[in-house]
């Protein structure tokens, strides 16, 4: 899987179809939920809901979301992203409901009136994949320019003692000629060599 581009995650998400949405009510609390993909269209990941809902509110209030995902495979898909209403709004209900014929049951004839269509734009989407070892991550970003960093950092005042090395659970540190270095796509993040360096030489990023 380490050849997986972004086109291959996004399939996969629209093979789940039911992925948690975390989003912040009125009294600063978070909120999550399960909402349906329900549509991948020019790289745009379409889901609706209903103006009556909590949800809905929230999105509109702070259109910042962050959602997360799991394959049958152990293979974890996350999005840190903002949401847009989908214009024309017909054209989208229609095409999200022929793509999805099972909502004529949940919504019947003139009731799909109540939904709104909207779609994430400007995301970051990480897959993780646990399935494999060592695992693999990585970053793709969607109409975003800078990836935010993320991880551990060996700096230059690595002493080659190797502790960092030998703690690593996957086995992601490798040795250069002047130190050592973290393979930032099979890092777990769990900070071990972090709090094991004896010089506090790696940094959180």
Known sequence: MNNITIDNVLSKLREIIDASFATIDEN??????????MLIKNRKIYF????????YNEILTNPNVAVAT?????????????????????KWINKIFEENPIMNNVYPGDTR?????????????????????PIYRKTFLLNKEKETKKGYLITEDCIK?????????????????????????????????????????????
Do not use: W
């Not at 600063?28 to 993909?37: A, E, M």
């Not at 609706?48 to 949800?55: E, I, P, S, V, W």
């Not at 796509?185 to 790696?202: D, F, R, S, V």
């Open 113 to 133: 009136e109540i939904l709104d269509p909207f779609y994430i734009d400007e995301a970051e989407i990480e897959f993780f994949d646990l399935s494999q070892k």
């Open 48 to 55: 609706l809901t209903a103006r009556g809902k909590d949800f």
């Open 161 to 205: 003692c190797g502790i960092c090395q030998e703690n690593c659970p996957q086995k992601s540190i490798k040795e250069l000629e002047i130190q050592y270095k973290i393979q930032s796509e099979n890092c777990l993040h769990c900070g071990l060599c972090y709090e094991k360096c004896p010089k506090k030489a790696i940094i959180k990023l």
């Open 28 to 37: 600063g609390n978070p909120q999550v939920r399960i909402i349906d993909i």
């Open 70 to 90: 799991l394959t049958k495979n152990n293979q974890m898909i996350r999005i840190n992203g903002s949401v847009k209403k989908a214009m024309p709004h017909d």
